[in-house]
C-alpha cells in the first residue's frame, strides 16, 4: 500500500509531561511527513465522536473525562503505511506490556486503573483514519 494518512493525539498527559517533541521526533526520524498539527481542547461531543466504538465500556467514562483534562496536540501525518507503522512506534495500549523502544513503553507508566493514560493515539485502519482526520481537523 502507498502513501496513508493518519492521525496521531499527543494525549493530556503525553502534552502536560513536555514529551510532545520527544514523541514528534520519532515522528519524523521514522521518515513520515507533518502536514498539520493544531493544540485542541476537545469538548464531549467530539470526544464523544472520536471514541464512539467505545461507547458504553467500563473506561469509556473514565477515558473521556481524561481526555477533557487537558489539550492534545492532533497532528495529521503521512508516509507509506504510516497507519500501521505510527502504532507499531506507539506499542501496545497497556503502558506496561508495551514494548521497551515504543513510546508508550519507553515513556508510560503505570498508573494503576488509569491505563488510559497512555500518551498517543494513532488511528487504527484507513476508514479509522478518514473518519478521525475528520473529526480533529
Ligand atoms: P488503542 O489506543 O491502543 O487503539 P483502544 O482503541 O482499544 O486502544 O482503546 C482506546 C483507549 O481507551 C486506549 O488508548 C486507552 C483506553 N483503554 C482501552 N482499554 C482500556 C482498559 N481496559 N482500561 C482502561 N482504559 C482502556
Ligand atoms: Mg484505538
Known sequence: MATQETLVLV??????????????ARIEA????L?????????RERLEAHY??????PFYEPLLEFMMSG???AIRVAGNRVIEGFRSL??????????????RGDYGR?????VQQNLVHGSD????AARELAIWF
Open 30 to 33: 521514522k521518515g513520515y511527513a
Open 110 to 114: 503505570d498508573w494503576g486503573l488509569k
Open 11 to 24: 494525549k493530556p498527559d503525553g502534552v502536560a509531561r513536555g514529551l510532545t517533541g520527544a514523541i514528534l
Open 71 to 73: 489539550p492534545s496536540v
Open 52 to 57: 464512539a466504538e467505545h461507547a458504553g465500556k
Open 125 to 128: 485502519s484507513p476508514e479509522s
Open 35 to 43: 502536514v498539520d498539527i493544531r493544540l485542541v481542547e476537545p469538548d
Open 90 to 103: 506507539a506499542g501496545a495500549t497497556d503502558p506496561t506490556t508495551a514494548a521497551p523502544g515504543t513510546i
